[in-house]
């Protein structure tokens, strides 16, 4: 199938939102903020789809079930974060997902869960207090079952992505996540948060050797300029050419990309985009089912 080919052009560089440092409040502020995006998705997802609505879809009835259950622990999550924090907790903000069946309710939840899982593993690295990195960790696992769940359960995909999760950054997770919020109560607080212009991938979900489409507004195009590849631990790179990259081999389950000005980890140094998710998911035998 032929596809069009978008290429990179001139833009505006990253900008940061608040402060300039983490620190254990803010960093409970940033998850606060994340976690209320989650509940307010599946608070409104589930208001906007009945039993009768998933049993049109083709589901059974537990499929709805389970995942108010996964609403009612975001619920509490945000509960517990925002007990902690007092009057320093962000407020909920407007949001839009765009939910236009319950295949898409699907498709988002999977997404969701799968960012706020890597952006927990993100933030216990940044934390100091032992009782705040225990209970950020118990709020993480208890995010990466769900998405195992509705990866396995529902989408009929791979319930693990490999043998680690995929950590992400408070810039990279909020980069993903912040695309669904539309306006925030000025009350709330200012975060370090870097912000870069949005990456948009196409397709979604390649298989290695694939050429994929990279569309991105940049500073300086003539720049060489690299598709890093999140999977686990690893990092993998591939130059990008009048907008197209080379898909490499040995990528697995749910994973990010984002582009980035040299071939090392990605950070503030090299990172000149927002994150994007990839779908590379396989069977039980370990062949692509894409």
């Not at 619920?75 to 924090?85: E, M």
């Not at 948009?200 to 694939?210: C, F, L, R, W």
């Not at 003539?222 to 907008?243: P, T």
């Amino acid at each position: 199938m032929l596809r069009k080919a978008i290429l990179l052009a001139l833009a505006g560089a990253a900008a940061t939102l608040g402060k300039s440092t983490w620190d254990d409040k803010s960093l409970q502020q940033y998850l606060l903020t994340i976690k209320n995006v989650e509940n307010a998705f599946f608070t409104q997802a589930l208001d906007q789809f009945s039993a009768d609505d998933f049993a049109n879809w083709g589901y059974d009835t537990w499929v709805r079930n389970r995942l108010t259950q996964i609403a009612a622990h975001e619920s509490a999550q945000v509960n517990r974060l925002t007990d902690t924090l007092g009057s320093d907790a962000p407020a909920a903000c407007d949001y839009t997902f765009n939910i236009a069946d319950v295949g898409t309710l699907v498709d988002i939840a999977q997404r969701i869960t799968t960012v706020e899982a890597s952006a927990g593993i993100g933030a216990v690295g940044l934390l100091n207090k032992t009782d705040v990195k225990i209970s950020t960790a118990a709020l993480t696992a208890a995010e990466s079952r769900h998405a195992a769940w509705i990866t396995a359960s529902i989408q009929k995909r791979q319930p693990w992505d490999g043998a680690y999760e995929t950590s992400l950054s408070p810039n990279a997770a909020y980069s993903l996540l912040s695309t669904y919020i539309d306006n925030c109560p000025e009350s709330n607080p200012d975060l370090p948060i870097q912000t870069y212009p949005p990456l948009d991938v196409y397709p979604g979900d390649p298989t290695a050797g694939d050429i994929v489409y990279v569309s991105l507004l940049l500073k300086a195009p003539s720049k060489k300029f690299y598709l890093a590849w999140l999977d686990g631990l690893d990092v993998q790179y591939s130059a990008i050419e009048n907008g197209q990259a080379t898909v490499p081999d040995g990528l697995d389950g749910t994973l990010y990309v984002a582009v980035v000005s040299s071939q090392d980890p990605p950070s503030a140094k090299n990172l000149v985009s927002g994150y994007a998710v990839v779908q590379f998911p396989f069977n039980s035998k370990h062949t692509e089912t894409n």
